[in-house]
């Protein structure tokens, strides 16, 4: 742990089925319950039991943007955490186990070696017992008084009974205790601010910040890492109205979601790479009827089923083509979970007032993460704006849905109005909504079809932000990520300055409508621009280039489904501007 | 579903776009029997949303007088689903043709039944792809010759029938277009029934498939109505479904007289329709999410 202001990072690491879920949630709650901002990723493996699952929780009295770059304190659940961890622990570390059944191995100078004879101190045979003991020792470890863990303990056992809680609690002291007598805590102890945080995974914010937009309607197929969205939404679905259907695949989640759209509630879907292929086709249909839909794509890596657990930015280029034709969306690619609640409502706004589909770039790392965040800061009735829609009935005949107006948008009506009957249809279509592909085609009127739904976005810049310049503006190196890595970039340009490089960010988060020209005005005043993207391709960067015809050839990547750690783009940043790299590569020193 | 507004005739359903459809095709008979059903319903145009897939039969919607949505090729119950469950007061009718329905979008059709959403699907079986100028479709016999099975069809036809009470639809019957007063009622119990109808009629395409022509229909469909066909019965149905020679049965083969539609099963719909529900969500409501984050 540095000195200065407080960051620890604990992790849990075993396989799955062994319950690193429940003291993961149980230290997580105790962190920001004081006040304490936490930042966590679990990387685990497409398994129920078995595998290998390592949960990093880093908590400090600062906002974190990453699960950081070191670990203090391992509670290893089974032999393989040791055997794959243990060498990775610095100076002033500790690793925690159950003696009974894991033996320790070398440990570097530092590491401070905890065994604890976990059926010895708890005469218990349940498997899951040892978690609680582990929970137990780390909160001694960690200064924290006892009643603290009690207090949290009792409320997270409450509803499984008396005996239980009592169980957990006895356990838990046993741990503690013998934690107290055996081993040397940390020299600084947990703070507390009376600022209570809240918590949440980047799913959980999606689905909030739907919620916030006023969807009334969310219909996906389960598909990894955007499940939580689905599971957020079920269980939420009868407290705020929502309706919510688990459907055949994503084909028809796509596809119920546009009709419902149609029928003016605000709808949405969530999905993965995978599923968002195939609702692909229904990206046009929502463009071409115009009917504004939210599609969610949290990506994972891939190509195909890929690593269904692992995180990547690969799926770019997938939604800027999704779809047959020619046609405009929105894309955008918020960079935290908090970012992703906001983007939610302000898409709707857009594609409500655009009449078109919007698409929302999630990624593992957000989208699993868990993350805490003020409850201050979360703006449950953000502004709504329905756009040209008309709901009041009318006497007057002669509505054309898709009338050419100036703007290229024209009042949307929806189904059971009076007086505004019109069909609407992926055939292209006159301004009546009548077919022009059928039996008389027509050119003239086709060209104009065309140019309305082009024309509609003429001012689309005006409406979304631009990206900003983070840092000093003369830095020796400016880095461009986009989506998600910001967290990773923005603690990479505080590891180079505390290496003494000054360095800048600069953070895209629309990529349709892409801020061309702001972009273009960093990258030709940089000193040395260097893009940093979570795949192999560089797919941002070859979009940019497609955008504004601007070269950069220098790049940091990283494409093995684990994210970014801060080190290294700090790293690859100091190899490149040593002329030892043009595009690094970072080394995942760890095998998850 | 009546209304106390004037009555509306058949003809007022009319759109005012005339049919593309090649003169003596069967949809005819099915559109005009959706129209008169419309009207002796009682129902009004602007309540009426019909959504299509692609085929020709699917460009019905353009041709009646309602909302509609003219979708994507077998999609047109996922739209239709969605619209239903946004705005279950609109009467949600989906119509098209047998590859749209049975081919490509043959899983919406098993799970859109399952889950028993109150919608009306009318497909216009006419046994072949008549769009694309004249191929097999899921309904075609063994043997049929087309122009992607010159040499004879070796794989054999589904049976709509049995595959819908099968997957747990509630309402299952088959009509003839030849016969529009019959196919008419037909049409109008499945748009008064709670919970999925298929309907599924016998629409001759005189271009493409003269092997299961109007006259080959007329000669051989025969009215469950005049069988004492136990409706309730869902065995019987399926083998009343299954008989294919000279006698073909038409009629209502399977209704659920229990059907609990997936909307009147969804607490959420209780307070009416989503799609006029006010947008955000209240104090209480922040409160109650925001405590379960801390």
Known sequence: MAAGKFDFALAIGGEAGQGIATPGNIMARLFIRRGLHLNAYNAYQSIVRGGHIFLTIRVSEEPVYTHGDKLDLIVCLNQDTMDRHLGLLGDDTRILFNSDTITPGEGAKGVGICPIPVSELTQSRNRLIQNTVGVGATCSLMGLDFSILEESLTARFARQGQSVVDENVGVAKAGYEYAAKNFEAFPVALPGNPHHLAQWAGNEAIGMGAAAAGVKFYAAYPMSPSTGVLHWFAQNARDLGIMVRQVEDEIAAANMVIGAAQTGTRAMTATSGGGFALMTEAVGAAAMMEIPVVMVNVQRAGPSTGVPTKTEQGDLWQVLGASQGDFPRLIVAPTSALDMFNTIPEIFNLVDHYQCPGLVLSDLLISEGTFSVDPDAINMNPTIDRGELITEDSTQNGYNRYQNTESGIAPRAVPGTKGYIHVVSTDEHDEDGSLISDEFTNPYKRRASVERRARKFSDILERVAAPELQGPKDAEVTLIGWGSSEGAIREAVELLEDRGVTANRLQVKWMVPLHSDAISAVVNSAKCAIIVENNHSGQFYRYLRSETGLTIDKHIRKYDGEPFMPHHIADGAQEILAGKADTFVPYQEVNV | ?294
């Open chain 2, 1 to 294: 579903m009546t209304t106390g507004t004037i009555e509306l005739k058949a003809s007022d359903f009319k759109s005012g776009i005339n049919p593309d459809w090649c003169p003596g095709c069967g949809d005819f008979g099915v559109l005009n029997s959706l129209q008169r059903a419309c009207a002796e319903l009682g129902l009004q145009p602007h309540q009426i949303l019909t959504v299509s897939g692609i085929g020709c039969s699917s460009n019905l919607p353009g041709y009646i007088n309602s909302y509609g949505m003219h979708t994507l090729h077998g999609r047109s119950l996922a739209f239709a689903s969605g619209a239903k469950l946004s705005n279950h007061d609109l009467t949600v009718i989906a119509t098209g043709g047998d590859g749209d329905g049975y081919g490509i979008g043959g899983n919406h059709l098993t799970h859109t039944a399952r889950r028993n959403v109150d919608i009306t699907y009318i497909v216009m079986n006419n046994q072949v792809y008549g769009l694309t100028t004249g191929q097999i479709s899921p309904t075609s016999r063994l043997d049929m010759k087309t122009k992607s099975t010159p040499f004879g069809n070796v794989e054999s036809p589904i049976n709509p029938i049995t595959s819908a009470i099968m997957s747990g639809a509630t309402y299952v019957a088959r009509a003839f277009s030849g016969d529009i007063r019959h196919t008419t009622a037909i049409i109008k119990g499945a748009i008064e029934h709670k919970g999925f109808s298929l309907v599924d009629i016998f629409s001759p395409c005189v271009t493409f498939n003269l092997d299961n022509s109007n006259d080959f229909f007329k000669e051989r469909v025969t009215k469950l109505e005049d069988q004492n066909h136990d409706i309730g019965d869902w065995k019987a149905a399926c083998e009343k479904a299954i008989e294919w020679g000279s006698t073909i049965n038409i009629g209502l083969f399977y209704q659920d007289p229990d059907s609990k539609s997936l909307g009147a099963r969804e607490p959420v719909l209780n307070d009416g329709p989503l799609s006029s529900r006010t947008l955000g969500i209240t104090e209480d409501q922040t409160k109650k999410l925001l405590g379960r984050m801390m």
